[in-house]
C-alpha cells in the first residue's frame, strides 16, 4: 500500500453528507461492493458544495477525496469532461501528463493501479450520473 495513496484517502473535509442537496446520485461496484454516494448543491450550472458518503476501498476514498476538491467551483460540463477523461486513460487513450486537471490523480492514474481501475473510477461514473446533460 502506497502511504501517499493513503494520506490522501485520509482528507475526509468533504466526506459528509450535504443537507439541503440539489442533486445526489449511488452507484456500488459489483466487483468488490464498494459504494459511493455523491450530493452536491448546483446553482447556475456551477457545484458550489460537494459532499460524498460510503462504505470502499482506499483507492475509491482517495478518489472521491480529490473529486470533491476538484469538482467545487467548476461547471457541470467541465466535470463531465474531465470524468470520460478519467475513463480515457484507464483505457489507454490519453496520457495524464497532458491533461492539466486530471495531474492532481497522478498518484492514483498510474500502470500499478490499473487492477484497482473499477475502485477509482467508481466517484467518476457516480458524479458522470449527475453531470451529464
Known amino acids: 500500500m502506497d502511504l501517499e495513496i493513503l494520506n490522501i484517502a485520509s482528507d475526509t473535509n468533504n466526506f459528509r453528507k450535504i443537507k439541503k442537496h440539489t442533486h445526489n446520485s449511488k452507484l456500488k461496484n459489483s466487483l468488490c461492493g464498494d459504494e459511493v454516494k455523491i450530493e452536491l448543491i448546483i446553482k447556475k450550472e456551477k457545484i458550489v458544495d460537494f459532499g ?16 470533491s476538491k476538484l469538482s467545487i467551483n467548476n461547471k457541470k460540463s467541465r466535470l463531465n469532461k474531465i470524468c470520460d ?12 501528463e497532458k491533461k492539466e486537471k ?3 490523480f497522478k498518484k492514483l492514474f498510474h500502470k500499478n493501479n490499473l ?19
Open 115 to 133: 487492477a484497482r481501475k473499477e475502485c477509482i473510477l467508481l466517484p467518476f461514473k457516480t458524479l458522470k450520473k449527475i453531470v451529464t446533460d
Open 52 to 67: 460524498y458518503q460510503g462504505n470502499s476501498c482506499i483507492y475509491c476514498q482517495a478518489s472521491a477525496s480529490l473529486l
Open 85 to 96: 477523461d478519467a475513463k480515457s486513460f484507464f483505457d489507454g487513450n490519453i496520457n495524464i
Open 102 to 104: 486530471l495531474l492532481l
